[in-house]
Each structure stands twice: as C-alpha cells, then as structure tokens.
C-alpha cells in the first residue's frame, strides 16, 4: 500500500540513544490511493546531525520504520536516498542556522514531509 505522508515536527531534538538522535515528531500519514489521513506521534532518528553522510530512520509510535536511508550534507541542506514503505525514496532537506530542518521525501507517486527543530 503507497501513502502519502505529511510530517511535521515541533519538537527540539532529544537525548541520543545507541548511536542516533532522536527528535520526536507529529506525523500525518496521507494514503493517496485511499485517500485515507492517519495522524500519529512518531521519531526521527538520525545518527549525527552534523555528519557529511549520515543513517536516518523515520519512525511510527509503534516503532514501525516508515523510511530509511543515507543522507549527505551540503551547505545549508543535502540530499538523501533510501526507502519509504519498502519504495525506492530520494529527496532534500534545507537546514537553517535557527536550527530549523525542512525534509521532503518522494517516492512512488507520494511524498513525505518532516519540519524539526535540532539544537
């Protein structure tokens, strides 16, 4: 099943765990070809923030791994690559200097979109 989802987070990140960050984060999943929206509390755990390439993982409250992947910083945002719901994923992200991160994920015909406050 393909979804559309819409993500925004209003949280500053939070304390590490294992080897990631973790920032909390309010998620509204959009199925498109339903056209059903689910919202959820869910996480985005990247393994360092301030990495060139880094690991990244978006997850439900459920623990349930919504996109993974590589991301590759640049100036002021990157790149990244992976998979959303088992779906070939490639977006960007734009990062201020307030700390704001603004991501878009696309794949199959969907999207996904975080906003995160980082310190």
Known sequence: MRFMIAVFVFAFAGPAFAQGI???????????????????????I?????????????????????CSGKRTQGVGGGTFRGKC?????????????NGWVNMRWNYSNSWIKLRAKVQ
């Open 85 to 97: 719901f088992g779906n070939p994923a490639t977006g960007s992200y734009t990062q201020s200097a």
């Open 22 to 44: 973790v920032v909390p984060a309010n998620l509204e999943i959009f199925d498109g070809p339903s056209g059903k929206l689910q919202k959820d509390r869910g996480r985005l």
């Open 46 to 66: 990247v393994d360092d923030f301030y990495a060139i390439n880094s690991a990244f993982q978006l997850q439900t409250s459920n623990g349930i791994m919504v």
